[in-house]
């Protein structure tokens, strides 16, 4: 037994099999150590790169229990519908201040036209020519007593598609959207008579620039401009390929608009390393570095104002201290709660309008983000309050609720509903009759319109909510990744919603406003007390329907 093992012993030993053993030993070898070294080498990078070099970005997968069909089904819960016009899409909350009026008139500007709303019942587009008002901000210049609105200029906003889903970091694309020739700026007219739009100036913000996008006009000296002056402001999200911050101008004149002064984020701009480096999302590729909507400034800086509200995406919620209307200054910063990438966590800022009612909803605004891509590709966002009683220490107070699907819809969540599900806009803050401050109406694109009471700023809850019909074509991704319900409009007297689509326009109300007003109404006040003042200054009496203006006074 132990010869049989000591023989086995020396077999192992024997010169040939040592040789077999050397062989073997020095392939295993030879294969551990090149993978321990590539282990180590892997391992070692990781160190400086993470575990994936170059990270993941936005877009997500696709959910896999997404539609494959858009449904043509529309659901409504405790409001009603009472008007629908195909074609133009009304104007609302992008910008804050949209209602041009003269008497019992009333008109929204919408897609190459404007709406007349006066009787709700029978919505009709107005043409307006060659004028391109678009997304303008409507506001009566009390001095000058004309309406003016302000119009935003720039490059048209090549979207990312399925060809091109990182938009600008595909060379292509990007050189599409630097070629643009038009304005880069503003555009100020006089649409006193809404029909024949008179074009004031044509105000170039700068030659490379992105122009602007959502701005701030409410009739008086100063407009606050969402602007790309130059192509230096960095943009770290595929849809754009440079950002925008903040210009103030003197529109004093609107014919001989004036620059007063400029701010970005320190780090917005290229040559700001340090200082960019800063920030968690730089260099992501997904976060929205960018100012969309200009800040909202509730009370006039010639009135006696100081602060503005607004935000710029990733960077965060500001305020603004506009005490030296030259050397504009953030009194305080806000970043969002949460490192999520894509979208834009700001996108408008909405400066709650106190009533008598709620004391408790003063100094209150609304940050409102908005979603970029479609079907759930990127991180959820939610709109927040946030309490600014004390400007250098603005508070988050509450957030709003997720909205669920219907019961019977074929989705079980809104991010299979095909197209963008998030907010989008808020009603507008400078609109007629008198706001309640408790009441919030914003649109979720796919989720449709949502209406909520916010009396309680820590849990605000949703009463009522409208999802349009889908339409479009899956074969045609640009024909419904923008989901449904895009702006709307608030007329608080008439007890009225207006809600614009890529399709065209609903008038709509629920019992939470109250009982509807669909007659054509004169416009006794406006939220804002200091807007709008002395717009009827010129209706001549046949505007009334016979009646004098003294008369529908006393009435």
Known sequence: MSGSGTSGGNARNSPGARDRLSRRALLKGTLAAAGAGVASA???????????????????????????YLDPKQYVHNMEIHAHVSGP????????????????????????????ISDARNPVAVSIGEARIGKSCVAYNTK??????????????????????????????REKALAFKGLRGIRTWDITNPAKPVLLQEFNTGETGHGTHTNFYDGGQYAFLDCGWDDQLRMENPQRPMSNALMIVDVSDPANVKEVSRWWVPGQRYGEEAEYKKY????????????????????????????????????????????????????????YDFETIGG???????????????PQLRNLVIG??????????????SPIIIDVKDPRNPRVVGRFPRPKPPADAPYADFCMARGRFGTHNIQCWLAPGASRSNIVVLTWFAAGIRVYDIADPTQPKELAW????????MDNYMSWYRGTSEDVFVEWDRNLIWLGTHEGSYCLSTPALGKPVLEPRRVERWTVPHGNVGWDDQTSARAYFGRSLSQLQGE
Do not use: N
């Not at 160190?47 to 997968?61: A, E, H, K, L, N």
């Not at 899409?89 to 919408?110: H, T, Y």
């Open 89 to 116: 899409s009304i104007s609302g909350g992008e910008p804050l201040m949209a209602m041009w009026a003269r008497g019992a008139q009333r008109m929204l500007p919408g897609d190459g036209a404007f709406i007349d």
């Open 144 to 173: 000058l007593k004309k309406w003016i609105a302000l119009e935003s200029a720039g490059p048209p906003l090549p979207r990312h598609t399925p060809q091109y889903p990182h938009g600008q970091y595909h060379k292509e694309w």
């Open 466 to 473: 409208f999802v349009p019909a889908r339409d479009g074509s």
């Open 344 to 358: 834009i966590p700001y996108h408008t800022v909405y400066p709650v309008v106190p009533d008598a009612a709620h």
């Open 42 to 68: 892997i391992g070692l990078r990781a160190q400086v790169t993470g575990v994936m070099p170059g990270g993941g970005t936005v877009p997500f997968r696709l959910p896999m229990g997404a539609l494959d």
């Open 368 to 381: 409102v983000p908005e979603t970029i891509y479609a079907d759930c590709r990127e991180p959820f966002k």
């Open 280 to 335: 968690w999302f730089a260099g992501d590729q997904s976060s929205w570095t960018s100012m969309h909507g200009a800040p909202s400034v509730p009370v006039r800086i010639e009135d006696g104002g100081r602060y503005g509200y607004g935000g710029l995406g990733h960077f965060g919620f500001f305020v603004f201290d506009f005490s030296d209307i030259r050397k504009p200054k953030p009194a305080a910063h806000l970043m």
